[in-house]
Protein backbone atom coordinates (compact mmCIF):
# COMPACT_ATOMS: atom_id res chain seq x y z
CA UNK A 1 0.00 0.00 0.00
CA UNK A 2 1.33 3.32 -0.79
CA UNK A 3 1.99 5.82 1.70
CA UNK A 4 0.38 9.52 1.66
CA UNK A 5 3.24 12.58 0.83
CA UNK A 6 4.15 14.84 3.77
CA UNK A 7 3.32 17.78 1.78
CA UNK A 8 -0.56 16.93 1.29
CA UNK A 9 -0.93 17.18 4.84
CA UNK A 10 1.53 20.16 5.88
CA UNK A 11 0.88 22.69 3.26
CA UNK A 12 0.76 23.32 -0.71
CA UNK A 13 2.99 21.22 -2.74
CA UNK A 14 6.59 21.79 -3.15
CA UNK A 15 7.72 22.63 -6.33
CA UNK A 16 10.15 19.93 -7.58
CA UNK A 17 13.36 22.06 -7.57
CA UNK A 18 12.67 23.74 -3.92
CA UNK A 19 15.68 23.01 -1.30
CA UNK A 20 14.91 21.15 1.28
CA UNK A 21 16.12 21.57 4.81
CA UNK A 22 16.21 20.17 7.85
CA UNK A 23 13.58 22.86 9.34
CA UNK A 24 11.67 22.77 6.30
CA UNK A 25 11.13 23.52 2.32
CA UNK A 26 12.67 26.72 0.90
CA UNK A 27 10.30 28.13 -1.57
CA UNK A 28 11.47 30.15 -4.64
CA UNK A 29 10.00 33.65 -4.74
CA UNK A 30 8.09 33.82 -7.85
CA UNK A 31 9.56 35.11 -10.94
CA UNK A 32 6.55 37.05 -11.92
CA UNK A 33 6.44 39.03 -8.41
CA UNK A 34 9.87 39.64 -8.64
CA UNK A 35 9.47 41.06 -12.47
CA UNK A 36 6.26 43.37 -10.85
CA UNK A 37 8.13 44.64 -8.66
CA UNK A 38 9.31 48.68 -9.00
CA UNK A 39 11.36 50.95 -6.52
CA UNK A 40 10.78 54.40 -6.27
CA UNK A 41 13.43 56.77 -8.03
CA UNK A 42 15.89 58.20 -5.58
CA UNK A 43 16.14 61.98 -5.76
CA UNK A 44 18.49 64.35 -6.09
CA UNK A 45 19.87 66.25 -3.09
CA UNK A 46 18.54 69.79 -3.44
CA UNK A 47 19.67 72.47 -0.96
CA UNK A 48 18.50 73.72 1.60
CA UNK A 49 17.41 77.28 0.27
CA UNK A 50 15.42 75.55 -2.55
CA UNK A 51 14.34 73.34 -0.32
CA UNK A 52 12.57 76.14 2.17
CA UNK A 53 11.56 78.40 -0.88
CA UNK A 54 9.23 75.22 -2.06
CA UNK A 55 8.16 74.85 1.26
CA UNK A 56 6.90 78.67 1.23
CA UNK A 57 5.46 78.42 -2.38
CA UNK A 58 3.28 75.22 -1.30
CA UNK A 59 2.10 76.77 2.34
CA UNK A 60 1.27 80.28 0.05
CA UNK A 61 0.77 79.69 -3.35
CA UNK A 62 -3.22 78.28 -1.46
CA UNK A 63 -3.76 81.38 0.05
CA UNK A 64 -2.53 83.93 -2.72
CA UNK A 65 -5.35 81.45 -4.98
CA UNK A 66 -8.06 82.01 -2.79
CA UNK A 67 -7.36 85.61 -2.31
CA UNK A 68 -7.04 86.64 -6.07
CA UNK A 69 -10.16 84.36 -6.64
CA UNK A 70 -12.33 86.27 -3.97
CA UNK A 71 -11.50 89.50 -5.08
CA UNK A 72 -12.52 88.36 -8.72
CA UNK A 73 -15.59 87.10 -7.54
CA UNK A 74 -15.72 90.64 -5.29
CA UNK A 75 -15.20 92.59 -8.67
CA UNK A 76 -17.87 90.79 -10.80
CA UNK A 77 -20.45 90.78 -8.19
CA UNK A 78 -20.03 95.05 -7.32
CA UNK A 79 -17.99 96.07 -10.47
CA UNK A 80 -21.28 97.78 -11.87
CA UNK A 81 -22.17 101.27 -11.75
CA UNK A 82 -25.62 101.04 -9.75
CA UNK A 83 -23.50 99.01 -6.79
CA UNK A 84 -23.89 99.75 -3.23
CA UNK A 85 -21.03 98.41 -2.06
CA UNK A 86 -17.33 99.83 -3.97
CA UNK A 87 -15.64 96.84 -5.75
CA UNK A 88 -11.80 96.06 -5.00
CA UNK A 89 -10.94 98.18 -8.00
CA UNK A 90 -12.92 100.86 -6.75
CA UNK A 91 -11.27 100.92 -3.32
CA UNK A 92 -8.11 101.34 -4.88
CA UNK A 93 -9.17 104.67 -7.09
CA UNK A 94 -11.30 106.02 -3.96
CA UNK A 95 -8.37 105.23 -0.88
CA UNK A 96 -5.80 104.91 -2.76
CA UNK A 97 -3.69 108.10 -1.05
CA UNK A 98 -4.41 105.93 2.16
CA UNK A 99 -2.94 102.57 0.73
CA UNK A 100 -0.11 103.90 -0.50
CA UNK A 101 0.90 106.35 2.57
CA UNK A 102 -0.31 104.55 5.38
CA UNK A 103 2.96 106.31 7.54
CA UNK A 104 1.68 109.68 7.09
CA UNK A 105 1.74 111.58 10.45
CA UNK A 106 4.44 108.98 11.56
CA UNK A 107 8.04 110.46 13.18
CA UNK A 108 10.33 107.76 13.02
CA UNK A 109 13.44 109.71 13.99
CA UNK A 110 11.22 110.82 16.91
CA UNK A 111 9.18 107.51 17.44
CA UNK A 112 5.78 109.79 17.49
CA UNK A 113 2.51 109.86 16.46
CA UNK A 114 0.98 112.76 15.18
CA UNK A 115 -1.62 113.89 17.87
CA UNK A 116 -4.96 114.08 15.79
CA UNK A 117 -5.21 115.75 12.30
CA UNK A 118 -4.01 113.46 9.10
CA UNK A 119 -2.44 110.65 9.99
CA UNK A 120 -2.27 107.90 7.94
CA UNK A 121 -3.93 104.31 8.68
CA UNK A 122 -0.79 102.76 10.08
CA UNK A 123 -0.08 105.85 12.65
CA UNK A 124 -3.83 105.08 13.89
CA UNK A 125 -3.19 100.94 13.85
CA UNK A 126 0.58 102.24 16.12
CA UNK A 127 -1.48 104.04 18.69
CA UNK A 128 -3.95 100.77 19.09
CA UNK A 129 -1.09 98.75 19.21
CA UNK A 130 0.67 100.62 22.01
CA UNK A 131 -2.52 100.42 24.37
CA UNK A 132 -3.03 96.45 23.49
CA UNK A 133 0.61 96.65 24.69
CA UNK A 134 -0.06 98.02 27.88
CA UNK A 135 -3.52 96.64 28.73
CA UNK A 136 -2.74 92.81 27.68
CA UNK A 137 0.93 92.99 29.44
CA UNK A 138 -0.61 93.82 32.49
CA UNK A 139 -3.82 91.39 31.95
CA UNK A 140 -0.95 88.78 30.97
CA UNK A 141 0.95 88.90 33.94
CA UNK A 142 -2.02 89.17 36.89
CA UNK A 143 -3.61 86.49 34.70
CA UNK A 144 -0.80 83.84 34.71
CA UNK A 145 -0.59 84.35 38.71
CA UNK A 146 -4.14 84.27 39.83
CA UNK A 147 -4.50 81.03 37.44
CA UNK A 148 -1.32 79.16 38.85
CA UNK A 149 -2.77 80.12 42.32
CA UNK A 150 -6.73 79.19 41.68
CA UNK A 151 -4.63 75.99 40.00
CA UNK A 152 -2.63 75.02 43.08
CA UNK A 153 -5.01 75.82 46.03
CA UNK A 154 -8.18 74.26 46.25
CA UNK A 155 -9.50 76.70 48.67
CA UNK A 156 -8.54 79.68 45.68
CA UNK A 157 -9.97 77.72 43.07
CA UNK A 158 -13.63 77.52 45.03
CA UNK A 159 -13.27 81.25 46.39
CA UNK A 160 -12.66 82.26 43.01
CA UNK A 161 -13.49 80.29 40.00
CA UNK A 162 -17.10 81.27 40.64
CA UNK A 163 -16.81 84.80 40.26
CA UNK A 164 -14.72 84.55 37.25
CA UNK A 165 -16.91 82.74 35.73
CA UNK A 166 -19.35 85.21 36.36
CA UNK A 167 -17.41 88.36 34.91
CA UNK A 168 -15.86 86.56 32.19
CA UNK A 169 -19.40 86.36 30.60
CA UNK A 170 -19.30 90.15 30.81
CA UNK A 171 -19.34 91.66 26.89
CA UNK A 172 -16.64 93.74 26.82
CA UNK A 173 -18.13 97.28 25.91
CA UNK A 174 -20.46 96.87 29.22
CA UNK A 175 -17.09 97.59 31.10
CA UNK A 176 -16.80 101.22 29.39
CA UNK A 177 -19.18 103.05 31.46
CA UNK A 178 -17.46 101.81 34.68
CA UNK A 179 -13.95 102.67 33.01
CA UNK A 180 -14.74 105.97 31.60
CA UNK A 181 -16.50 106.77 35.76
CA UNK A 182 -13.22 105.12 37.02
CA UNK A 183 -10.82 106.65 35.00
CA UNK A 184 -12.22 110.15 33.35
CA UNK A 185 -9.93 109.83 30.62
CA UNK A 186 -10.18 107.82 27.26
CA UNK A 187 -6.76 106.23 27.41
CA UNK A 188 -6.45 105.07 30.97
CA UNK A 189 -10.01 103.73 30.39
CA UNK A 190 -8.86 101.96 26.58
CA UNK A 191 -6.42 100.02 29.34
CA UNK A 192 -8.86 98.92 31.85
CA UNK A 193 -10.79 97.57 28.73
CA UNK A 194 -8.17 95.54 27.36
CA UNK A 195 -6.93 94.52 30.49
CA UNK A 196 -10.73 93.47 31.64
CA UNK A 197 -11.39 91.70 28.40
CA UNK A 198 -7.93 89.75 28.27
CA UNK A 199 -7.44 88.65 31.44
CA UNK A 200 -10.19 85.76 31.74
CA UNK A 201 -9.38 83.19 29.35
CA UNK A 202 -5.77 83.59 30.73
CA UNK A 203 -6.54 82.75 34.19
CA UNK A 204 -9.00 80.21 33.00
CA UNK A 205 -6.31 78.52 30.64
CA UNK A 206 -3.29 78.43 33.29
CA UNK A 207 -5.51 76.84 35.93
CA UNK A 208 -6.30 74.71 33.78
CA UNK A 209 -2.83 73.13 33.23
CA UNK A 210 -1.91 73.43 36.37
CA UNK A 211 -4.56 71.12 37.65
CA UNK A 212 -3.93 68.74 35.07
CA UNK A 213 -0.17 68.42 35.84
CA UNK A 214 0.64 64.20 35.45
CA UNK A 215 0.80 62.75 39.50
CA UNK A 216 4.11 61.10 38.53
CA UNK A 217 5.70 64.74 37.79
CA UNK A 218 4.17 65.87 41.03
CA UNK A 219 5.41 62.56 42.71
CA UNK A 220 8.95 63.13 41.17
CA UNK A 221 9.42 67.05 42.67
CA UNK A 222 8.81 65.30 46.47
CA UNK A 223 11.18 63.24 45.04
CA UNK A 224 13.86 65.43 44.53
CA UNK A 225 13.18 67.53 47.54
CA UNK A 226 12.80 70.61 44.80
CA UNK A 227 11.79 74.03 46.40
CA UNK A 228 9.01 76.20 45.22
CA UNK A 229 11.22 78.41 42.71
CA UNK A 230 12.44 74.69 41.39
CA UNK A 231 9.15 73.28 41.59
CA UNK A 232 7.67 76.13 39.10
CA UNK A 233 10.74 76.23 36.71
CA UNK A 234 11.24 72.37 36.61
CA UNK A 235 8.41 71.02 36.66
CA UNK A 236 4.85 73.24 36.30
CA UNK A 237 6.39 75.76 34.16
CA UNK A 238 6.82 73.07 31.32
CA UNK A 239 3.97 71.43 32.09
CA UNK A 240 1.74 74.56 31.70
CA UNK A 241 3.21 76.19 28.54
CA UNK A 242 0.36 74.30 26.24
CA UNK A 243 -2.24 75.50 28.33
CA UNK A 244 -0.90 79.16 29.55
CA UNK A 245 -0.39 79.92 25.52
CA UNK A 246 -3.55 79.00 24.63
CA UNK A 247 -5.48 81.37 26.85
CA UNK A 248 -2.38 83.86 26.39
CA UNK A 249 -3.72 83.62 22.45
CA UNK A 250 -7.12 84.07 23.05
CA UNK A 251 -6.56 86.75 25.42
CA UNK A 252 -4.67 88.55 22.55
CA UNK A 253 -7.11 88.05 20.01
CA UNK A 254 -9.99 89.26 22.07
CA UNK A 255 -7.88 92.72 23.04
CA UNK A 256 -7.70 93.50 19.56
CA UNK A 257 -11.46 93.49 18.97
CA UNK A 258 -11.89 95.53 22.30
CA UNK A 259 -9.48 98.11 21.71
CA UNK A 260 -11.43 99.01 18.14
CA UNK A 261 -14.56 98.64 19.58
CA UNK A 262 -13.63 100.98 22.47
CA UNK A 263 -11.92 103.57 20.04
CA UNK A 264 -15.19 103.80 18.32
CA UNK A 265 -16.80 104.77 20.88
CA UNK A 266 -14.65 106.78 22.92
CA UNK A 267 -13.24 108.78 19.76
CA UNK A 268 -9.67 110.63 19.82
CA UNK A 269 -7.01 108.44 17.49
CA UNK A 270 -7.03 104.65 16.53
CA UNK A 271 -7.68 102.23 14.32
CA UNK A 272 -11.43 102.09 15.83
CA UNK A 273 -12.06 106.06 15.75
CA UNK A 274 -10.08 105.70 12.36
CA UNK A 275 -13.24 103.16 10.74
CA UNK A 276 -15.84 105.19 13.00
CA UNK A 277 -14.50 108.51 11.04
CA UNK A 278 -14.64 107.37 7.61
CA UNK A 279 -18.07 105.71 8.18
CA UNK A 280 -19.50 109.30 9.30
CA UNK A 281 -17.60 110.81 6.03
CA UNK A 282 -19.37 108.58 3.91
CA UNK A 283 -15.90 107.23 3.45
CA UNK A 284 -16.60 103.31 2.91
CA UNK A 285 -13.64 102.17 0.87
CA UNK A 286 -10.91 103.63 4.03
CA UNK A 287 -13.02 101.73 6.28
CA UNK A 288 -12.59 98.11 3.45
CA UNK A 289 -8.68 99.45 4.38
CA UNK A 290 -8.86 99.66 7.70
CA UNK A 291 -10.50 96.11 8.20
CA UNK A 292 -7.91 94.56 6.10
CA UNK A 293 -5.19 96.36 8.44
CA UNK A 294 -7.57 95.14 11.64
CA UNK A 295 -7.08 91.94 10.19
CA UNK A 296 -3.41 91.51 9.05
CA UNK A 297 -2.07 93.16 12.49
CA UNK A 298 -4.28 90.72 14.63
CA UNK A 299 -3.27 87.52 12.43
CA UNK A 300 0.71 88.85 13.37
CA UNK A 301 -0.38 89.37 17.06
CA UNK A 302 -1.59 85.61 17.60
CA UNK A 303 1.17 84.11 15.25
CA UNK A 304 4.01 86.47 17.47
CA UNK A 305 2.30 84.88 20.52
CA UNK A 306 2.13 81.15 19.29
CA UNK A 307 6.08 81.55 18.37
CA UNK A 308 6.84 82.57 21.84
CA UNK A 309 4.88 79.68 23.09
CA UNK A 310 6.79 77.41 21.19
CA UNK A 311 10.17 78.86 22.23
CA UNK A 312 9.18 78.81 25.88
CA UNK A 313 7.91 75.82 25.56
CA UNK A 314 11.24 73.93 24.27
CA UNK A 315 13.19 76.29 26.64
CA UNK A 316 11.15 74.47 29.14
Not at 22 to 50: D, M, Q, T
Not at 205 to 217: D, R, S
Not at 295 to 312: K, P, S
Request: a neutral charge; charged letters at 10%.
Amino acid sequence: MALPSPNSKNGPSVSAGAPATELGVILPYPEEAIARRSFEPVAAPVHPLVRTARSMVANTLPTLVMVMGLLLVWQLLCGSPDATFPSPYKVWQESHEVIVNPFKGVDFVAMSIQDGGDVGIAGHVLTSLSRVLIGYSIAAVIGVALGILIGQSVFAFRALDPLFQVLRTVPPLAWLPISLAIFQQAQPSAIFLIFITAIWPVILNTAAGVQTIPAAYRNVAKVLALNPVEYFVRIMLPATVPHMFTGLRIGVGMSWLAIVAAEMVQGGTGVGFFIWDSYNSSLLTDTIVALVWIGMVGFALDRIVAFAGRIIGRAG
